[in-house]
Every structure is written in C-alpha cells, then in structure tokens.
C-alpha cells in the first residue's frame, strides 16, 4: 500500500487534504506532521512514496525542509510536491525547483489536478525503485556467477600447475562439475527423441517450485511448458539448425504459474543423422522480462509524453529528443541530432542564467527554471525545464537530460494578467483619461505591437467616432463618421476583427467598407462594452508588417478589452464626478452670494415700511409729510412684494408645477398696458420710452398664456428701464414666417450698461446675475431672466440676447403667433382703478379668515359696503353661518383655513345655496389657483396682498351681474 506524507503547520489543512487523498486515493496510508523537522524524521523511518509540503511554515520552511530531504541519502529519492497559498511568481517557482521538488502548486487546488500530480509522482517513485531493485538483484547474481567461474578457474588451474595424474584430475573435475551441476542458477536438462525428460539439475527444483527430482524427471517436457505449440516451434527449429541460441519460451510452474526462459539448446543424432533427443540449458527471465516490460513502457511514455525530453553528451550535443521536442521548436529528430542546444537560444535572457545552469548541473545537480526559447522558424516560446545529470554505474557523469513543460501560454496569461492589473491601477494613478489611454498602449505594448494605436469612442445620435487618444505614423484625427469603417463594423457585429489588406478589399468590393485615412497592412480591433453595450473600440494596426497580428493576439486584444472599457468608463465617470462636484461647488458659490442679495432685497424694503411706520406715530406730523411717508412704505412694500413673486414664481417652474393655461390675448392690449404702466417710470429716469405694434388689432388677437406672456416682457422691459440712465429703451414685436411656422418675435432695446460676452449666457441661469457688483447697485433679486427664460421655453419659444458691454442691449424671445380672430373690446385692465365704485345697496357680508390682521384689513375696506359683517376662523364655521343666514350677500373665503379647508367649505356651502357671491383669496398665488376655485364653486378668485381698488372693482362687477 502507497504512503504519503504530508507536512503542514495547520491541523485543519493536514485533516482537508487527508480527507482528499482518502477520497481520491483511498488504499493509500496517509502521515502526517506539523513541523519540518517531523516531517524529517518520519520521512527517514517510514519510507513515504511521495511527500506534499507546504512552504510557510514557522521555524523551518518548506524550502528548507526540502532542501534537507534532497541532500539525505535515505530520503534523496523520494518526489516532493511543493504547496503554497502565496503569489506563485517565476522566482518563487525557481526556487523551490532548484532546491530538487519535483511539483509546485498553488492553493487552491483542484483534488483532481492534486490526485493526477500524486499518481504521476508515485508511478515515478515505483518504475525507480523497482529499476534500482532489478539492478541490485542482477549485479548481484553476475558477481555470484563470476565468482563461482573463478573459483573453478583456479581450481583448475591448480590441478594442471600441480601436474596431478589424470585420474585426479578427472575426480576434482567431476567433483567441481558435480558441485557447479548442483548449485548452478540455470537449469541443465536432457530430453529423449519423445521430449521425456531424461535428467535436470537441482535448480529445477526451486525454478518449478517442486518438493522432488522424481516430480520432472521421467515426465514430458510439454508437461512444463505454458503453450504446447510453442514447444513444437522449439523442437522444429532444433531439427532444423542443430540448435538454438538465447530461445525464449514460456513454461509454468507446479501451481501453474507462468514464467519466462531463456534457453541454448542442442539436438542430438546418432550415426546415422537420427535424432535422438535434446541437451541444454535455461535460465528464468521472468524478472528481466518485466523489467524489460518496464523499459519499454518507459521508452513508450518518453516518446508520448507531453513534456519536452531531450539528452546530450557533457558538452550539450544532442543524442536524443523525442517527438514532443520537435513538434515544439520545429526541429526534426534528424535536424536536431548532433546540434548543440544553442541553437535555441533566443538571446533574451541574461548569460548569467546560463553560467548558473551549467554550473549546477556541471557539479552534479538538478537545475531547474524557465527558459526564453526560440523555435527553428524563429518564433519565441517558454518552457519550465529540469536539467540534470546522467550517472554510470560508477557513478560518473555520460549524459544530461531536459525534461521541459511548453509554458508559453501560461507566459502570456500572466502577462496579460500583468497587463489588466497594471490597467486597473492605472484608473487610480493617471489624471485624465488621455494619459490612462497613453497607460493602456503602454501596457498593451508589453504583449503586442503598439506603435499605431487608438480609442474610439461611439456616439450612435450622430453616428460619429470621436478618438480621445489616437497615437500613429501616419494620421491624425480627433473624430470621423463612422459611416463604413472597419470600426463600425467591429461596433455593429460587436466581434473582434483582424482585417489584412485582402479581406479590406473584399469588404470594399461588398460595400461594407470605405477606406479613411492611410491603409494599413494589417488591422486589429476589439469591442469596447459596458454591460453588453459597445461604447466603442480598441484598435492596433501596422503599415509595414502584415503579420504583426494573428488570432491569438484578436483572442487576447478582446478578452483585455473587457478591463480596457470598464478602466475607461470608470475614469469618465471620475472625470464627470469631479466636473460635477466643482459644478455644484460653483452652484453653491452662487446660492450663497443670491442668498446674501434675496436678503438684501427683502430686509431693505422691509427696513423702510418698518421705519416710516415708526416716523407716522410722531405727534404733530404734517399732512405732507404723512403722505410722502406713506408713499415711501408703499414703494417698499411694492419692491418687497415684486421679490417675493419672484421667489415664488422660481420655486413653481423649480418643482415642475408650474401648467401653461392658453386663452384668447390680445398682444397689442398686453404692450399697451405695459407701456402705460412704466412710462412714467422712464419719464422719472429722462430716458425715451418707445412701444413698436406692427400687427393690427383684429390680426393681434391670439392664444397663448397671458400671464406668461405678460410676465417675461414685464421683467425685460423692468430690467432695461433698471440699467439705463440715458438714451432710450424701445420694446415691441415683429411677424416672423421665414422659419417654416409663424412666431411673433419680441424685443427690448436699450442704450444701458450693457453685458460682458462671458456673462451673457450665465445671465439666464438660475442665482446668476450678469455682474452681481453691478447688481448691488440696483435693487432686484436677480430671477427675472431665469423666470423668463422658463416661461419662453413653456409657450414654445426661445430667447437670447445681443449686448456689447457699455453699449446697450437688445433682448430677443419668440412665441408661436395662434392666431384667434375676435372683435375688439375694451381691455378689462381699464377697471383697475384705487377708486371705490359706488355701491347701490348695503351688503351682507361673511368674512371667513384665520389670520387677524387679514380680517382686520377686509372688515376696513368693506365698512362702508355693508350692513353687517360676519367673521370665522374656519371652513366648518363658515358652512354653518352660511346656514343660518341664508339673507348673506357676499363671502370672502380664505382657502388655507382650520378644520376644512376654504374649496371643501364653498363645494359645501353650493349645495344649499347657489346664488350667494363667493370670492377667494389666497396667500399662495400660485400658477392653476384660480381655476381650482372656480372649480369649487367660486365666482371669482383675487392674490394676496388685497389692494383695495381690485377688490372694491370685483365686488361690484360680481355683484352687478348678480342682478
């Protein structure tokens, strides 16, 4: 039964590979030791088959203990497998092959490749030691035979030197004949004409395993053989030459066992040419049949095996290499003897490597280590080589052998390990993606050629490659349509393409290729792919050699462009982190300082309406002074609420709630009205203030949302006034139909301040003002143009602005001109008016209102239009008094109040009574509000703050309509 040893420090490792072997290999017996000086001493006395040996290991590691094994004669021939769980590189592997084990394997290990090593380890260790024992066993019976031809030698010698009388001579001759007869190895026999045995000697006996002479003498020959008719075959030979020379035959033993003989024979005739029998003798050869059996089974698994095996004389001249040699370096078994095995020497390692290996095995030892080859056409390889001596009997050196292992796959996996790691880390290292694409040629460099070399990056809109990294010979580009490249087509069919200039030819020919820029003699391109998507293409090509590339290096350019374009990814993705946090760090930036204006914009007003209310509680004040403080808290006021509107309006457009709300418009009313309301504000600045309408008044009516519309020239009229101090501001609106749709295009001219070119897009974004020193000057909060800009792009329009700094201004913006056609009526904005209309009757009024000061403010403006006020803090309230005052004229209704809000308390209140006059207020005036209370049942809907004259006027159209 085999025994294996295994040497390991860890308890658990020693229990997980003894349950492996036990599995696989279960009439094996397992030792095992937890140290390498154990492992020494039950190696010495237990005679293992073959050894596992784990390399770290405290106090002795694996190199040592192996080293101390090789060197003891008790333990020198025993196979050694080295494991170990670190980084197996070249140095570590060439280490412990240099210290003599014969396997080295890396954790973790499969226990099929592990089981496969073992069994090749011990067929090694059983061939070597039966050869060692057959050796022993026939060395020691030729020095017995020598021994016993010697002594008879001189005994003869003697009776002739001694001239002893013929009669003793006969009797010392028949004495020593006799004793040679009984003690020889080989067996002398006679057979008669019939084949019956006649006589043997002694040594039958133990050859056919028989107690007595009686049991062959007397008996056929053919009794003793295994095949009858090989025995005929003997005697017909015999009959024929006389005799036989070295003649194997198979006989068999008492038990039946079989064995091989080796026999000289001679057929004997009488006088008359008669045969007459047979005398000779043989010898048992069964053991050096099998050993024989052994060599050529051997000299079979060296001519089949899979490793490289080669033999030189002491000089390096070749005398054997089996056919796995040739087929590797191409040399035939003709060409390669008698060469030295210079001739594959690549000339890419150090001379030093040789001068270590020839010294090594110069003295007698087993070198083993990697070797950087070149084949008879020129091709490199690798190989993981053992070289060692050859020993004669006596043991002096006649011969060394290379066994050797073709690693050249295993090279190139690991440096294209190598490489993807290299790549990998590059992510991390390089700054931008330029130079990690410089860093990926570079690498790749290391496997294939990569002097013309380029990235190609995808953009399936515009079907264009644009080349962030593009290194050549011959070209230069930035970017190309992909049209019909060999790119596309690696993009399109998301395969790897090697195209040489015949098959670029036939594509051409079958229109799938058009040639850009300078043709190459061989191209090779991979996909670039991120989660099965291809972004683009890896691409290497050569002007001058149209063998640079084949289809080991397309197999190895795609399996590395999975790292290529995962690295690349990763770093735009870096790069648009990086760009996006220093966005939002400016965003921030901007925030802030628009943050500082708001509060600027909203704590001056505040600070002025505070101040003069405080100054009109002074005793004795005069009637003007009264009214100039006043008309300083209404301006302040005025400026504080135009703030909070535009904070309000960019808060809606920011959270996407802000609706488009097309009705009936009339342009030319809308400037009008606009006009109107700023003349005065230019008049007070002396600037000239000039309206331009080019459409009539039936052909200006059209739908869009005038409240949109009204806005965004608002802030643009507000805004020219704001920055010029001289010249004029002109605005109005031209028909435009040269672009396939009609638009009705507006503009805002001034001769103001004017814009810097590098400010003059950041103007429309949001916390960003043109020149916030500038701003500081003027009051504002600086969203007009962000509100505008929302406001153009939701009627379907755009906007822009030409403006040279110190010159001027000319704002532009298009909405599609619907045309509606209508008859003129008077514009409505004619009623808003701070009069009080007159009232006819005294109302009943319900006011439902939770905030005081709000209650407080309508109770004063309604004094004088009503009989008698009602008041309530909540919806409920309000649907009850509405119940039992059926008689009330008029309800002013919050819609934020307590218990049910003011839409629930109207819907309420229209179930049982559909005439009462219902108006909504609202502090959120916000984009929809209005339809919402018309919806609930109101007749009609007015924004806090309430001015007195709106108000007044809808209440008397309301109630006029009423009647």
Known sequence: MKKILLIDDREDNLITTEAVLKTYLPNCVVLKALSGQEGINIAKNEQPDTILLDIIMPQMDGYEVC????????????PVIMITAIKTDSDNRVRGLNIGADVFLSKPIDPVELTAHINVMLRIKGAEDKLRAE??????????????????????KQYISRHKVAEDALRESEENLTSIFNNMVDVYYKLDKNGKILAVSPSALKLYKCDNINEIVGKQASDFVYDPKENELLIEELKKNGCVKNYQIRHKQKDGNRIFVETNTTALFDDSGNFTGVVGVFRDITERMKGEGELRKLSTAVKQSPSVIAITDLKGNLEYVNPKFSELTGYSFEEAIGQNTRILKSGKQPNELYKELWKTISSGNEWRGE??????????????ASISPIFDEQGRKTNYIKVAEDITHRKRAEQIQKVLYNIS?????????????????????????????YIALYDRKTDTLSLPYYSDEK????????????TKYVIETKKPLLANIELKKRFVDEGLLEYVGSLSKIWLGAPLKIEGQVTGVLAVQSYTDENAYDGSDMEMLEFVSDQVSISIDRKKAEQDLIATFKRAEESDRLKTVFLQNISHEIRTPMSGILGFIDLLSEPELSGEKQKEYVDVIKISSDRMLSTVNDLIDISIIESGQAKVFNAETNINQQTENLFACFKQKAANKGIKFLIKNTLPEPEANIVTDSDKFYS????????????TNEGYVEFGYNLKSDRGVAELEFFVKDTGVGIPKDRQQAIF???VQADLNLARRFEGAGLGLSISKAYVEMLGGKIWVESEEGAGSQFYFTIPYKYKPKEITTDKNEIFRTEPPHQARELKILIAEDEETADKHLTIILKNLSREILHTVTGTGAVELCRKNPDIDLILMDIKLQEMNGHEAVRQIRKFNKEVVIIAETAYALSGDRKKALDAGCDDYIAKPIMRGVLLTKIKELMENKR
């Open 67 to 78: 080293k101390r094994l090789k060197e003891d004669e008790l333990t020198k021939c025993i």
């Open 135 to 156: 050796k022993y066993v026939l060395g020691k019976m030729v020095n017995e035979k020598t021994k016993e031809l010697l002594i008879a030698n001189e005994k003869l």
């Open 371 to 384: 070797l950087h080859n070149k084949k008879k056409n020129g091709e490199f390889f690798w190989e993981a």
């Open 425 to 453: 880390n590059a992510v991390i290292t390089t700054d931008n993606l330029e130079k990690l694409i410089g860093r990926i040629q570079q690498e790749l460099g290391t496997i294939i050629d990569t002097t013309n070399f």
């Open 475 to 486: 070209d230069k580009f930035t970017s190309v349509p992909a049209g019909k490249t060999l």
């Open 712 to 723: 965004i020239l608002s802030y643009l009229v507000k805004n020219a006034i704001k920055f």
């Open 765 to 767: 974004d949001r916390f």
